[in-house]
């Protein structure tokens, strides 16, 4: 692509993305630093002075379709046979794990709902286990933000609890087992 420049004293980047409407700086930017702006047949600094009437060759790269594909989302649910289920992500989860697996060892019926993203939200998993669980416990490192979440997946047929701390308090499992307990009661 051959282009005049109409301006002098314009940065070569800007002169570029004014010019071709479908270039941002960044990308011309890109192109003068791989040598694909070139000025008699030798590659443009990005500060080389040019002027007006100036002509450039501008080589775009052949653009490439790339294929989007789904991926599957990591999801850890342990919770076929628990009366009460606690969802919780990030570090929340990893205590709460430790909190099920001592409920568990203690014989209550406990599960564990552990998303590895939040969106898109895990709400399948969490419809199926409001299909037998009695109770869900959210723990969050928050104000609740996933509380309403967990409502409408489980579309409002079991009680959906909250514990949650705040100010980058880490919940123990002690204490999660305590409002375990509290529910399973």
């Avoid at 692509?1 to 270039?23: H, I, N, Q």
């Amino acid at each position: 692509m051959t282009l005049t420049l109409d301006k002098t004293g314009e940065r070569l980047d800007a002169a570029l993305a004014r010019l071709v409407p479908s270039l941002s700086r960044s990308q011309a930017q890109r192109l003068i630093e791989q040598g694909a702006v070139t000025h008699g047949g030798r590659p443009v600094k990005k500060n080389e002075k040019l002027s007006a009437g100036d002509t450039l060759e501008l080589t775009l790269p052949e653009v490439r379709e790339v294929p989007i594909e789904a991926q599957p989302i990591p999801l850890e649910v342990c919770y076929e046979d628990a009366d009460v289920i606690v969802v919780a992500y990030g570090a929340s989860s990893r205590v709460a794990r430790s909190a099920v697996n001592k409920a568990r060892e203690a014989g209550k019926k406990v599960g564990l709902i552990r998303p590895i993203t939040l969106w898109p939200f895990p709400k399948d998993a969490i419809k199926r286990a409001a299909d037998h669980a009695k109770e869900l416990l959210v723990v969050e490192m928050s104000m609740g933000q996933m509380v309403d979440d967990v409502r409408l997946a489980a579309e409002c047929r079991v009680p959906v609890h909250f514990y949650g701390r705040t100010g980058g308090v880490i919940p123990t499992p002690k204490e999660i087992l305590g409002e375990i307990d509290k529910l399973l009661k």
